[in-house]
């Protein structure tokens, strides 16, 4: 009877771990491929040379530089079944190959929702206002960074012989000739960037030139 009691506990324990494991699966509303999806293949997967067509050439792996060749590797509906999340997904995932920076857990959550509700191409992310006051490294340029460019950007990779991890590695962009502005706004002589990617919007560009033109503060 005693058993029968344990064993009734354990099977109730189980089967709230197991409840609340997938209750912890949070839903992330409003997620846009060109805003949330796109930065994550351009920074993560077409770094020198892998998911990308250059000059013409077949990308080997596919080429994740478009919303058509990001579908070829996804199943609308059913994220596990498509290759470009099950690939990046698990504690040692095939991709992207190491010593590539992996994509985050919310990265990874974005993509899984972002199929889950059907692999949109939501181009027009629209309905958010431009705040160019009081820009700041860590809350306004670093973020941008990170999402845009930081997988070709890093210590392992560094894209150029640019580092933009951290605040010294993006200073490095900006002395001695403003190649982080003369890049991200494609000016001639620059090579344009994020590689592979038309500009980035309008607000990104005015936050990055109002933030270097006000003394490219560590703030
Ligand atoms: C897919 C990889 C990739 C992404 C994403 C990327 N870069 Fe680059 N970047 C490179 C490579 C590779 C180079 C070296 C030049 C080349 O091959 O085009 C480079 C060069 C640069 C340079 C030097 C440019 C010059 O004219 O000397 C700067 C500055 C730069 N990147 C900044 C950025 C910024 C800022 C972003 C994000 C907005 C970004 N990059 C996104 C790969 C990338």
Redesign the pocket.
Known sequence: MKLKFIFLCLFFVNYFLIFFQCSSNKVVPNICFNKDILPIF??KC???GCHSSISGQKAIGGDFTTYEGILKKVKPHYPLLSDVYTECNGKNPNMPPAPNTPLTTKELDYIKYWIHIGAKNTIDCGGYECDTTNISFSKRIQPL?KT??I???NSNNS??G?D?SDYEGVKK?IIPNN??I???FQLIN??P????KSK?NDCDLIAIKKWVNEGYQNN
């Open positions: 351009i920074s077409t770094t020198s960074l845009w460019c997988g070709c950007h894209g150029g640019f933009l962009s190649r982080l003369g890049s991200v620059f090579d960037m994020p590689k592979g980035l």
